[in-house]
């Protein structure tokens, strides 16, 4: 059985986060201004715009389909679920409610992933040493590996 690894839980974190971000609308102002559902495009859809030159707003998201194993994964990670009679708690909250440091490294890594922006330059924005933020980042994958691996969680 393959074990869960820091490297591993960094991905099917930020994974998670993807399938969130795809599956459900904007928030915020813009959104609740307008009684209009979010409108995404096809890939072919942005692919007619560029070439007739018609993409007045710029670069815009193609809708990706989800599979219901992937939002039940991200369900598990993020909010937490019953999975065969055992209760299964979201990974951030449950194995680093002790250390919000932890915790916010790791969730910011994932959202900086989710936006494609380098997390060196994220660091130096912010005024943190990358070394410091890349040690918390992994030290807090590595305890919810422990902790799955613990509790007999199989990988996926």
């Known amino acids: ?35 209009w559902p979010d409108y995404r495009y096809s890939t072919a859809d942005i692919a007619e715009q560029r070439i007739a030159k018609t993409n007045g707003k710029g670069r815009m998201r193609a809708k990706v389909p989800r599979t219901a194993r992937e939002i039940y994964r991200m369900e598990i990670i993020l909010a937490g679920a019953t999975v065969n009679g055992l209760h299964r708690p979201a990974w951030a909250t449950a194995y680093l409610n002790g250390d919000k440091a932890l915790r916010r490294a790791l969730v910011e890594w994932c959202m900086w992933e989710l936006y494609g922006w380098d997390t060196e330059a994220e660091c130096r924005r912010r005024g943190w040493a990358y070394s410091t933020f890349r040690s918390r980042r992994d030290k807090a994958a590595g305890i919810i590996a422990d902790a799955l691996n613990t509790a007999g969680v199989p990988t996926w």
């Open 1 to 35: 059985m393959t074990k869960w690894t820091s490297k591993l839980v960094r991905y099917e974190m930020a994974k998670a986060y993807q399938v969130l971000f795809d599956t459900t609308g904007g928030i915020g102002p813009d959104t609740i201004k307008s009684s």
